[in-house]
C-alpha cells in the first residue's frame, strides 16, 4: 500500500484509511491491501495478530439501502470500501453500556477510475453497519472471522430509535429521504429489529462495552 495514511472519526476505533495509487497516462496502480501495512503500520488498537480469513464484495443498484449487519461467534473486524461508486456508509454502536448507545455516524465514501487516492472505512467488533448507494456501486469488504449465519444480527436501517444527533445533516437528510421510499432493501433488513429491541436482546452480552474479547 502506498502512502497510508489513518485518520480518526467521531465514532470510537472507527477509522478513515487513505492509500493513494501510481499513476501515468496507461491508468493506475494500486495496493488495496497489503497485511502488514494495514493490520500493524496503522497501530489501530485490536488489530494485531489479526488477519483476513473472508473477502467479500457485493454489487449494488443506485438507491439501495443494505444493513444494519454486524456478527458474533466469532467477531469480525470490518474494513469496507467502495470499489467503484458512491455512498453512504453507516455505522451505529450497538455496544451495551457504551455512552454512545444507538448514535449513528456517516461517511461518504466514493471511488471511480479517475482517483488517485483510495480509502477503508475500518469498523470493530461493536458497530453494526450498512450504506445506501447513491449510484451504481460495487463494494468491498475484509474480514478477519468467517461469515456466520447463526452468529449474525441485524438492525432495521430505518429503524426510529436510531439517534441521528452526531450525523452529519447532509448525509443524513439524503439518507433517511432515500431510504424510506426505496424499493430497494430486503424483507430481511426490513423487518429486522430496532435498538430498543436489541437492548434486551441476550445476545447483546456478546457487545458489552470495553469488554469485546475480539
Same mark, same amino acid.
Given at each position: 500500500?502506498f ?14 484509511i487513505?492509500?493513494d495509487?501510481?499513476?501515468?497516462h496507461?491508468?493506475?496502480? &494500486? ?11 496503522t497501530n489501530?488498537s485490536?488489530l494485531? /495478530?489479526k ?9 449494488s443498484v443506485?438507491? &439501495?439501502?443494505?444493513? +444494519?449487519?454486524?456478527q ?14 458512491h455512498?453512504?456508509?453507516l ?5 451495551? /453500556?457504551?455512552?454512545t448507545f ?9 471511488s ?6 483510495f480509502q477503508w +472505512? ?5 458497530? $453494526?453497519?450498512g ?9 468491498q469488504?475484509?474480514?478477519t472471522?468467517?461469515?456466520n ?5 441485524s438492525i432495521?436501517?430505518? $429503524? ?6 452526531? $450525523?452529519?445533516n447532509d448525509?443524513?437528510s ?12 430486503s ?5 429486522s429489529? /430496532?435498538?430498543t429491541d436489541?437492548?434486551?436482546d441476550?445476545?447483546?452480552k456478546?457487545?458489552t ?6
Amino acid at each position: 500500500m502506498f502512502n497510508v495514511k489513518v485518520a480518526p472519526t467521531l465514532a470510537q476505533d472507527v477509522k478513515l484509511i487513505s492509500y493513494d495509487a501510481f499513476t501515468d497516462h496507461r491508468g493506475f496502480f &494500486t495496493e488495496p491491501y497489503r497485511k502488514s501495512d494495514l493490520f500493524e503500520k496503522t497501530n489501530i488498537s485490536g488489530l494485531k /495478530n489479526k488477519q483476513v480469513v473472508q473477502i467479500n464484495e457485493s454489487f449494488s443498484v443506485k438507491h &439501495t439501502v443494505r444493513g +444494519l449487519h454486524f456478527q458474533y461467534d466469532p467477531y469480525q473486524h470490518k474494513f469496507s470500501r467502495p470499489v467503484i461508486g458512491h455512498i453512504i456508509a453507516l455505522a451505529v454502536d450497538v455496544r451495551k /453500556n457504551s455512552p454512545t448507545f444507538s448514535l449513528a455516524y456517516m461517511f461518504e465514501l466514493k471511488s471511480s477510475l479517475k482517483d488517485t487516492s483510495f480509502q477503508w +472505512l475500518y469498523l470493530p467488533p461493536g458497530y $453494526a453497519y450498512g450504506f445506501l448507494t447513491l449510484e451504481d456501486s460495487l463494494i468491498q469488504y475484509l474480514l478477519t472471522g468467517e461469515y456466520n449465519q447463526q452468529g449474525e444480527v441485524s438492525i432495521c436501517p430505518l $429503524a426510529e430509535d436510531i439517534n441521528w444527533s452526531k $450525523a452529519d445533516n447532509d448525509l443524513k437528510s439524503v439518507y433517511i429521504k432515500l431510504a424510506k421510499v426505496t424499493k430497494n432493501i430486503s424483507e430481511k433488513d426490513k423487518n429486522s429489529i /430496532n435498538l430498543t429491541d436489541w437492548s434486551h436482546d441476550s445476545r447483546i452480552k456478546y457487545f458489552t462495552h470495553g469488554n469485546i474479547k475480539a
